[in-house]
């Protein structure tokens, strides 16, 4: 079995990583206990966060399987990110050590911007709460947090660099200013969501788009819960095709994402769903005919809105994401 997609840099990267966000709903104990079950079931890839807050359980987990022999740390490829109240000049290395010194590591295999504004929200939120200090895009702003996740790469403390939350605008405002370009991009990817403008100006780019909400983030916080949303796993395009293979419908939101590229990351606590989401895209690949299917089947329907890191007056979650293609609030 081939368990390599994507050569980043002079890595190959698993067709899929495991997820660590608890979603406010499961505790650090909970993530770290399906990391342990994850690297047991085979996983390499773990999508790790400082924000997240079980760094230093999941970190044991780590310490766990490498001294019992269930893999070596080279054979693992770990992200983390820094969070939107560290992006001060000296913050985002400080940040990173702590991640290194929760995660037991040497290195991360790519330290991420996770979100492209210094906007803090508390861990928990609601969705209508507004941290008044929020303040709209700036390339200056993310080229200063940019150096510092730079020159954690000269350090090698980080192999590769990511950002996340982008959009083409605001790519293109910051990719010629980077020393050090970004390797892997992390983006809402599901059936119901595909951006295939940005995904394919990552691809043409030779950046590996790493999808995050890849079954549509059943389990998400109610601040990212709104009227309208569209349920993946109930769309009639992945119900046929789940029923022509025998299988749950959130399995082939992963097929599908895996063979388009995308490197999906889900989510679970559950040791049946785990194994699952890692066999489901080594085996039984859907045909050419279902991945048109699908790709028909887009309906723009993001998710994480992200409402909560708005600024004052900005008009509405929207301004987060520059749909007329240019960037909302704009400061040099
Ligand atoms: N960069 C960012 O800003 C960002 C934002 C969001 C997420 N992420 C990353 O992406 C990861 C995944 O996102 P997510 O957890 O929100 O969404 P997700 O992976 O789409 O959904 C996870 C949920 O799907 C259900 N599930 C998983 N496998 C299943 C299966 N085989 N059958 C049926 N249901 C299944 C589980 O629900 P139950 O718990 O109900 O079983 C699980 O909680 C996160 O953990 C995080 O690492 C990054």
Not at 63 to 84: H, L, P, T, Y
Not at 152 to 175: H, Q, W
Not at 216 to 231: E, F, K, L, M, N
Request: proline letters at 7%; one cysteine or more.
């Amino acid at each position: 079995m081939d368990t390599t997609l994507t050569t980043v840099g002079k890595s190959q990267l698993p067709r899929i990583g495991i997820g660590t966000f608890g979603s406010d709903t499961y505790g650090a104990e909970n993530v770290s206990d399906a990391v342990a079950l994850a690297l047991r079931a085979g996983y390499r890839l773990f999508d790790c966060a400082s924000v997240y807050g079980n760094e230093d359980r999941i970190g044991q987990v780590f310490a766990e399987a490498i001294g019992e022999g269930v893999c070596r740390r080279e054979d693992m490829f770990v992200i983390s990110k820094v969070w939107n109240d560290m992006h001060g000049e000296g913050q985002v290395l400080r940040s990173i050590e702590k991640s290194l010194s929760d995660l037991g590591l040497g290195y991360v295999d790519a330290y991420f911007l996770h979100w492209p504004f210094p906007n803090y929200h508390a861990p928990g939120c609601g969705g209508d709460e507004r941290n008044p200090d929020s303040v709209p895009f700036s390339t200056g702003r993310f080229m200063a947090a940019w150096r510092q996740i730079e020159e954690a790469t000269d350090r090698g403390l980080a192999r590769y660099a990511g950002m996340s939350n982008m959009t083409i605008p605001k790519l293109e405002a910051v990719l010629p200013l980077c020393r050090v370009r970004p390797a892997l991009i992390e983006m809402e990817l599901h059936p119901a969501f595909q951006q295939p403008g940005l995904f394919d100006y990552c691809v043409a780019r030779g950046i590996q788009p790493v999808g995050f909400c890849p079954i549509g983030s059943p389990a998400r916080p109610t601040r990212d819960r709104a009227p309208g949303d569209i349920v993946d796993t109930e769309m009639p395009e992945i119900v046929k095709i789940a029923e022509a293979h025998g299988i749950h419908p959130a399995l082939v939101c992963l097929k599908w994402s895996a063979q388009r590229g995308a490197l999906p990351i889900p989510f679970s606590v559950k040791e049946p769903q785990i194994i699952a989401n890692l066999a489901s895209v080594y085996e039984d690949p859907l045909t050419d005919e279902e991945m048109r299917a699908i790709g028909a089947a887009d309906r723009d329907c993001r998710l994480v809105k992200g409402q909560v890191f708005l600024w004052e007056g900005a008009r509405g979650w929207e301004d987060l994401w520059d749909l007329d293609g240019t960037i909302a609030g704009s400061a040099l």
